[in-house]
């Protein structure tokens, strides 16, 4: 079997697992990512990779020939599938939840941080940034909650720029 019918019959395999799972299911429902895209921001394929079992990206997860290679039942190998799909949620969520990603995050709180440190009053700070925060948000509460703990947040750090 040739390695493009391979990876073929290894992707619908162990999506077919995944959708199957009670596992993958609640997983799926922790990160918040609807495991329907699966069939569309997703494709497992077998590939020689050396010492490494397992890796990905954002729309692929190779796994390594040689764990397709010996008589283990492929359940036997899932595992290696669970650590690259933590990692491929944990995208899709910050593609899909834009505070979810701790770089957007991190680049909220400094902001804030820096007007703290020059002085600003909350008042201008929530005029500043609340309007940009819940732009990312369809209920206000949400918005609310994420300001309240980015200020909360910077103004435990203030001690540490003074």
Do not use: C
């Not at 732009?135 to 703990?149: C, L, N, Q, T």
Request: hydrophobic share 35%; aromatic share 14%.
């Amino acid at each position: 079997m040739n390695w493009y019918n391979k990876s073929k019959n290894i992707n619908e395999k162990i999506k077919n697992i995944i959708r199957s799972s009670d596992f993958f299911s609640k997983l799926f429902k922790k990160f918040h990512v609807n495991m329907d895209k699966i069939n569309t921001n997703l494709t497992f394929f077998v590939k020689d990779l050396d010492k490494i079992y397992a890796k990905g990206n954002k729309d692929y997860i190779f796994i390594n020939s040689r764990l397709l290679n010996d008589s283990n039942d492929l359940q036997d190998k899932i595992h290696y599938i669970v650590h690259e799909i933590v990692h491929w949620l944990t995208r899709q969520r910050e593609k899909e939840e834009y505070f979810q990603d701790p770089e957007e995050r991190d680049s909220f709180l400094y902001g804030i941080l820096y007007e703290l440190l020059r002085n600003k009053s909350i008042e201008d700070i929530y005029r500043t940034f609340y309007p940009i925060i819940s732009g990312h948000f369809e209920k206000e509460e949400d918005s609310k909650k994420v300001m309240k703990a980015l200020l909360l947040k910077a103004l435990s750090r203030v001690k540490d720029f003074e």
